[in-house]
């Protein structure tokens, strides 16, 4: 069946950490999904058409928006893993976008 979901993350953060994003599959937006080894999910969302990326977590609060720049953060602490994750959403996003 075409409609129906192929991918679904359950929040793993406590309510005190916000409302989750809600994710669906637009055509113009790239989406990544990572989670750490403690269980910290992180979710990236780059939008084609304005060029646009950013980084929501569960921890740091999925209200909170982290603007995404040539595949760098500001304001936040992320751990090797979480950045190397954050750079190849980047790359997986901006390939075709890039001169």
């Not at 646009?52 to 751990?79: K, P, S």
Request: with cysteine; aromatic share 14%.
């Amino acid at each position: 069946m075409i409609n129906k979901p192929f991918f679904v993350m359950q929040n793993k953060h406590a309510k005190s950490c916000g409302e989750p994003p809600l994710i669906t599959n637009d055509d113009s937006k790239y989406y990544g999904y990572f989670e750490n080894e403690h269980g910290e999910q992180w979710v990236f969302i780059y939008d084609r058409r304005t060029g646009t990326a950013e980084l929501r977590g569960g921890d740091v609060g999925w209200e909170r928006v982290f603007l995404v720049r040539n595949g760098q953060v500001n304001g936040l602490i992320l751990n090797e893993n979480e950045k190397m994750w954050l750079q190849a959403c980047w790359k997986a996003a901006t390939v075709f976008s890039e001169k």
